[in-house]
């Protein structure tokens, strides 16, 4: 444990929301310069992280109490995995920010300021130390995640940036089940206290695994829930290429390294994840090939990718750990490189679908040099990081009890990466156009967008040559999953034996095929292959179905609710009334008869009015009749907040009069004796399980003790009020964020009822 | 009534009506008010000064909802979190000061106040997009 002075943990999520909030503010300014400099804050947090880097099997951890009394807290843990994520997140980040300033035309501040609280989300998840704090960040996440997709605001963005939501989102939640029954089961929500031999024994294991599964495999595009990555790259393409391939849906390989140490080393965890892993990888790989849009075939390329991690947490052990971390690097600096040249591409030629692309080397060597570099690293040729990544990866498949039939699966998957790479890379720039495709003219761009791709897969060829750069830190985050192991000595050339020489082979093997498959595919047409299941129609097919019990109009669907709730309710009520009610008296004066009889009057009066208005005022008129009522039961807050209600209600009423829309047909006899008979139902239930309620003898000792402690804990003398503000804050919160909620749909709605005409978008033309 | 006394009596009205929903916000912590209450009726009162004005002069006498809706949530979010920098949990109540006529000013007023501005603007907001049309 090290010693701090300023809180470590508090700075990595803080900054980059300062430098989000600075984005935000600054959005107007036009320099690109500006958004570029705020990448300053994650390179001076990725610097601080390497400083701070604690030892092998130790950790910098930091707690705040939240919910004490449940065990809930804000504490954080930062060990060799965090480690390695934190620097993939941010030195790409760096990158990343960079080139969106540059990149964007319009929406610059947003499109950073969004980047860096993405930064701070996802450093949230990979530092969280309780599974509540773990959950909030993961969340955080998506909801950022969806302002990014979303970008251009088109309704494309929006169909793809809702569907990534709902996914991630309802994984999430499997996931927090799983967290809290882990929880449950150990007695702690601290991620690190968790015993991994309590775990495994305890018969709620599978649910917890397959829960954490759920929020793994849906953050990280896994079978069968890989259906919203592809339609992601929707947002524009910096995000993607911070997002879509560096680090979101790297979070759910961190929560399954994270667990693995806790939950692993069970058949059931390693069997589903390498099955999982590998039907992931050979599919996606195997869809994209049949993309022509570079950012679709970078998509499935990382599908397929982060298949393979999966599989490598799946097989366990020291050597398949080092390779999912060589891996993680690798894949980082190359895939998000390309994602830049895809970028840059666009904005140079105006289009990322290949075929009509060419020749592009001679226009921009700079950045086809670096996309070369990225396609090598991809393909895993040496001396590029991509090379030891495959090395490692197939060696560690080889070193295990189902060697073949991983090995197989990888070695296909990565024959089809090759062809992708190839397609990406190879066909724009190096081949010529295809005859007859109109190439478009070629632009000039920032040499900025050339430099970074370039940059970042530099650092890819940098790592292959030397490699014991990445030792320590392939060290720690070994020694964090596999206590006490190391990872393997990293060298471009690996030692010879059976299993590297059967790897070499299989890496041979892969580029052949993918050469071979190259070759058939670079002039072929585009075909949809449908693989990945599909969510829409199963979602359009449960609104059909809820559409049969909620009927369109609000009166029928009232009518239901009530019916509905009326038979819910009125058999416990029958139980209690035969068990006796006892009817408390209260003294009545001739003041309160009157104010019963008004009520009662203006009830009848709504019901049977012929005209909006009269019902409008009969309905003000019974408000104020039960705020008297109240006021002479010595509750002047209530009949006061009532008074106010109905004042703002019947302004209400008289605005919307006017937008009525005039009564075309009234109720026949049958529908206004369907309507006496639920309402009269329903008032009797209710008015039942008022008396049943009032019957129950409730301890005074809660309305003795808040009377009490206003006055002398909370300086005040109106409890209701002390109540509301103070003792139960926290619900008077929820409720009022409610209502803000609530009245920003409404205004969303009233707003767009009235223009049917299309909105100018001027972010539409951002991205393009 | 006339509408044009309406119009002119209705500045005159909305403001004392938005005075006295000041009135009722800070002194509901000793006496029956408080931000509800006091939100709605200022919600009333400024909806009165748009009711009987022209479409065009209408904009000239709305506040703007929205930007107070989010200085309202500020402050609720910041009166509830403010005490977790020194360590407390969130929502502990914070004394600050004591001034002559308002009393104890602290946290919790900071977010009844909150309420006041949320209510207010949520009830704003819907009613000066009614008005629209009427």
Not at chain 1, 87 to 116: D, E, N, P, W
Not at chain 1, 417 to 425: C, F, N
Not at chain 2, 61 to 67: K, M, N
Request: charged fraction near 10%.
């Amino acid at each position: 444990m090290k010693e701090l002075d300023l809180s470590f943990h508090l700075l990595l999520l803080i900054a980059p929301i300062l430098a989000a909030i600075v984005s935000f503010v600054l959005a107007r300014i036009e320099k690109p310069f500006v958004f570029a400099a705020t990448a300053l804050v994650p390179a001076f947090l990725a610097f601080t992280c390497l400083t701070m880097l604690p030892a092998p099997g130790q950790a910098i951890t930091e707690s705040w109490p939240w919910v004490e009394s449940l065990g809930v807290a804000f504490s954080f843990y930062f060990d060799g995995l965090s480690a390695l994520f934190a620097l993939v997140i941010l030195s790409v980040g760096v990158l990343i920010t960079v080139y969106a300033a540059y990149y964007m035309s319009k929406g610059r501040g947003r499109l950073v300021g969004l980047v860096h609280l993405f930064m701070a989300a996802m450093l949230g998840v990979v530092t969280a130390d309780n599974a509540i704090t773990l959950f909030m960040f993961w969340e955080l996440t998506g909801v950022v995640s969806y302002f990014l997709i979303s970008f251009n605001g088109s309704d494309k963005a929006l169909k793809a940036a809702r569907k990534a939501f709902l996914i991630t989102a309802g994984g999430g939640l499997v996931m927090l089940v799983g967290l809290v029954m882990a929880a449950v089961a150990t007695g702690t929500l601290s991620i690190s206290a968790l015993s991994g031999a309590e775990l495994q024994s305890h018969p709620w294991y599978p649910v917890i695994i397959i829960s954490v599964f759920f929020g793994a495999f849906t953050k990280s595009a896994q079978f069968p829930f890989s259906g919203w990555l592809p339609s992601a790259m929707e947002a524009p393409t910096p995000a993607s290429a911070y997002l879509h391939s560096a680090t979101m849906v790297k979070a759910g390989i961190y929560l399954l390294a994270r667990f693995e140490p806790v939950l692993g080393n069970t058949l059931a965890w390693s069997l589903t994840l390498v099955a999982v892993g590998g039907v992931t990888t050979v599919l996606s790989a195997y869809q994209g090939l049949f993309k022509r849009d570079m950012k679709q075939l970078l998509a499935y390329s990382t599908i397929s990718i982060l298949g393979m991690l999966v599989v490598l947490i799946g097989l366990g052990g020291a050597k398949a750990i080092t390779a999912m971390v060589i891996l993680i690097v690798a894949h980082a600096s190359y895939k998000a490189s390309l994602f830049m040249v895809a970028g840059t591409v666009d904005k140079m030629a105006g289009t990322r679908i290949i075929d009509r692309l060419g020749s592009l080397f001679q226009k921009n060597p700079l950045l086809g040099s670096g996309a070369l570099v990225a396609a090598l690293s991809m393909i895993g040729l040496p001396p590029l990081l991509g090379f030891i990544a495959k090395e490692l990866v197939l060696v560690s498949s080889l070193a295990t009890g189902y060697a073949m039939a991983t090995t197989v699966t990888l070695v296909a998957a990565s024959a089809f990466m090759v062809a992708i790479a190839l397609l990406v890379v190879a066909r724009p720039f190096f081949l010529g156009a295809k005859d007859g495709a109109q190439v478009a003219g070629v632009k000039k761009t920032s040499p900025v967008l050339s430099w970074l791709p370039f940059l970042l897969a530099s650092l890819g060829l940098v790592f292959g040559l030397f490699p014991r750069l990445l030792q320590q830190l392939s060290d720690f985050t070994v020694a964090s999953i596999i206590p006490g192991a190391v990872a393997k000595p990293l060298a471009l050339w690996p030692e010879i034996n059976t299993k590297t020489l059967l790897a070499l082979a299989g890496s041979v093997t892969a580029i052949v095929l993918g050469l071979l498959l190259f070759r058939k595919l670079r002039n072929h047409e585009p075909v949809e292959k449908p693989g990945s299941i599909d969510f829409t129609p199963a979602l359009a097919r449960a609104k059909q179905l809820i559409g049969l019990f909620v009927p369109g109009h609000m009166r029928r669907q009232l009518l239901v609710i009530f019916a509905v709730s009326a038979l819910a309710l009125a058999w416990p009520l029958l139980k209690s009334l035969l068990a006796g009610i006892e009817i408390i008296p209260v003294s009545m004066n001739f003041v309160d008869i009157v104010l019963m009889v008004a009520t009662a009057i203006g009830a009848i009066m709504v019901a049977f009015s012929r005209q909006h208005m009269s019902a409008i005022v009969a309905l003000g008129l019974v408000g104020v009749a039960i705020a008297l009522i109240f006021a002479r039961l010595n509750a002047p807050d209530l009949a006061l907040t009532l008074v106010m209600v109905e004042a703002v209600t019947v302004l209400f009423f008289v605005l919307l009069f006017h937008r009525l829309p005039r009564l075309t047909r009234r109720s026949n006899k049958a529908e206004k004796a369907a309507d006496i008979l639920v309402a009269t139902i329903m008032g009797l239930v209710v008015t039942g399980l008022t008396l049943a309620s009032a019957a129950l003898h409730l301890p005074p000792e809660v309305a003795e003790q808040y009377g009490a402690r206003a006055l002398l804990e909370a300086y005040g003398r109106n409890v209701v009020n002390v109540i509301l503000v103070d003792f139960r804050a926290l619900d008077t919160l929820g409720e009022v964020i409610v209502v803000a909620v609530a009245a920003l749909g409404a205004y969303a709605l009233l707003r767009t009822s009235k223009n049917p005409v299309e909105k100018k978008d001027p972010m539409k033309e951002a991205d393009e | 009534m006339n509408l044009l006394t309406l119009r002119v009596a209705a500045s005159y009205i909305a403001w004392l009506m938005v005075a006295i929903s000041v009135i009722v916000l800070f002194r509901g912590h000793n006496a029956p008010g408080g931000g509800f209450i006091g939100g709605m009726l200022a919600a009333l009162g400024l909806a009165i000064r748009v009711l009987p004005v022209e479409k065009k002069e209408r904009k000239a006498r709305e506040i703007s909802p929205l930007a107070w809706l989010v200085v309202g949530l500020a402050a609720l979010l910041v009166a509830a979190f403010i005490p977790m920098v020194s360590g407390q949990p969130p929502l502990t109540a914070q004394l600050w000061f004591e001034l002559p006529l308002l009393g104890r000013v602290g946290s919790v007023l900071l977010f009844d106040i909150g309420v006041y501005l949320v209510v207010s603007s949520a009830s704003l907001l819907m009613i000066y997009e009614l008005m629209e049309d009427a």
